[in-house]
């Protein structure tokens, strides 16, 4: 069974709506990642913390603000979302982001944008 | 050309089968390699890593063929269970970022 969390399983949002998705790990890593992943599609990397610091932003709009408050925790803020952000959003962890570590993700939210 | 491409599919294949899934990947600088299912509406979970010497899980095989950027996976004994989306995906470790195929479907029948 997976070692990452993330609430809420589900979530409808409007587009003036403010909201956060909350990921947790129990693995001991030190990289957390957010990705993307639209049906049909691969995952998209959004973000990447490394020992707790943005370390990559994959050219995010905004509306979409990362935040980790520390190792085992990673959020994600969203404001003013539109339609097309609907999609599976994925937490992941890894040991290290730099070295060639496995991945593992949590079971994701599921994002509708009304 | 895609820096990760995969068959596509579907495959359809009754259980017991041996199937085999193709993968190349087009950065040279490609350190390390894993294959990860999907089932549907659910998240990707590790099935393996891929070594240069090759490595077996049951009945899973996996192979790396660095010269020819080139990754595969054989399933033996194929299982209704299998049934699902097979990734094939790559990390540049410059900063760890994965770069996932398109995925390959596959479909186990009784």
């Known amino acids: 069974d997976t070692e990452v969390t993330q609430t809420p399983k589900h979530l409808v949002m409007g587009m003036t709506n403010k909201k956060s998705l909350k990921c947790e790990q129990h693995?001991?890593?030190?990289?957390m990642y957010w990705y993307k992943q639209k049906a049909k599609k691969p995952p998209e990397l959004m973000f990447v913390?490394?020992?707790?610091?943005?370390?990559i932003n994959e050219s995010v709009p905004s509306r979409f603000s990362p935040e980790c408050p520390n190792s085992s925790l990673l959020n994600l803020h969203l404001h003013a979302l539109q339609p097309e952000d609907s999609a599976l959003y994925l937490c992941?962890?890894?040991?290290?982001?730099?070295?060639?570590?496995?991945?593992?993700f949590g079971p994701g939210t599921r994002l509708t944008v009304t | 050309r895609k820096e990760v491409e995969q068959d596509p599919g579907p495959f359809n294949v009754p259980e017991g089968a041996t199937v085999a899934f193709n993968c190349t990947y087009s950065n040279s600088a490609s350190q390390s390699f894993f294959w990860y299912r999907q089932d549907c509406r659910k998240e990707p979970k590790l099935l393996m890593s891929?070594?240069?010497s090759g490595n077996e899980d049951g009945r899973f095989t996996a192979q790396l063929n660095r010269a020819s950027q080139y990754i595969s996976l054989l399933i033996r004994d194929s299982k209704l269970s299998d049934s699902a989306t097979y990734l094939c995906v790559v990390n540049v470790a410059s900063y760890g970022k994965l770069t996932f195929g398109q995925g390959t479907i596959l479909t186990v029948h009784p």
């Open positions: 992941a962890s890894s040991q290290d982001h730099v070295l060639t570590y496995e991945q593992y």
């Open positions: 891929v070594y240069s």
């Open positions: 913390y490394s020992y707790e610091k943005l370390s």
């Open positions: 693995m001991g890593h030190r990289a």
